[in-house]
């Protein structure tokens, strides 16, 4: 036997793993985390989705050569769009792979190749872009993508690969839930792939180890956005974007997260002004940067949220509803993170915030 496969007979590999998820337990135990015994069960929850989904990644569906979309509906990571239908799928930056199906009627839609190191060092950088607004669709509905290194003669739709692209994230967002149907999409590589092999010692001990890794990688990596936000605490600056782009973000996006925190009766009111564009959002997210709760009044978009008549957009952040402006419900929480996406503007207002008192009654 080899040396993972006498790892796994002794159980060393496992113990290993075990160990390195306990380590992964001091992310919720940070000094700057809000240490309630709400947020700390939303942090060892948080865990135990990153774990789930990390495994299926690692251990399920990370075969290049026989991709299958992996839905990301079970985990919040980096201020996830509550908005959003997610799928990733294993890619190696040697093949040539091509996506196929119905585009749906979903508002936005887009495909991204990334290098996805969040085991190593927490980045997820795009390695190549396909847009919304250069996605080619038949007039029955239907898209073909080929996903290369080079772009094939004839291709309508082509999604770049590079050397060290592992992944392929398709992002998939509602303006609205009740009338709009997502798409529905296959990915097969093409080309003759590399015969199947049985299940191998290596593999298991190596994904054990990745997904450990990536469960710390990646709990570290947004717990440090939170301690940077809290540096400015009830606003919504530009960070710049190169930190969010490197862990994945959607180069169409502009970013504006912040980090919030309020006593009983205040509110945070944010205030800007709406720039044209297919598509915004406006999220609550819990400390560790998961969208809140879906079914409470956490997030509102471009279709969903009321403007005034100048054409600003208020949200009032706050525990009840004070009657006026977009009312975003904290669930419970007196902290937390939040984010406002600008997608495909040319223009990124900031917005004006401020802390105010509610009280017992509505203005």
Known sequence: MGDADD??????????????????????????APGTPLDTAEGFRYLTRLLRSFLYATMENSDPDRPRWQGLDLVKIGADNPYNVYHSAPVRGANTYRITGDRGTIAYTSFGTKANRYAKDGTMPSTGELRNGDLH?????TVEI???????????????????STMIVLRESYLDRETEVPGRWEIERLGDPAPYEPLTGEHVVRSLERAALSVAGTAATFAAWTELFMTRPNELPDWGQDMFQRAGGDPEIFYLHGYWALEPGQAWVIETEVPDCP???????????????????ITVNKHTARLG????????????????????????HSSGTALLRWVGAEHHPLPTCRVVDIGGGAR
């Open 7 to 32: 790892a796994l007979a002794n159980g060393q590999a496992w113990a290993d793993f075990c160990r390195s998820l306990e380590q992964a337990g001091q992310q919720v135990l940070r000094d700057t």
């Open 137 to 141: 669709v038949e007039s029955d509905g």
């Open 146 to 164: 080929i996903v290369s290194v080079e772009r094939p003669a004839g291709a309508r739709n082509w999604l770049p690969l590079a050397e060290d």
């Open 279 to 297: 598509y915004w959002n406006f999220q609550l997210d819990n400390w560790w940067m998961e969208s809140m709760d879906h079914d409470r009044r």
């Open 309 to 332: 008549d100048d054409g600003r957009l208020t949200l009032v952040v706050a525990a009840r509803d004070p009657g006026w402006g977009n009312w975003i419900d904290t669930t419970g």
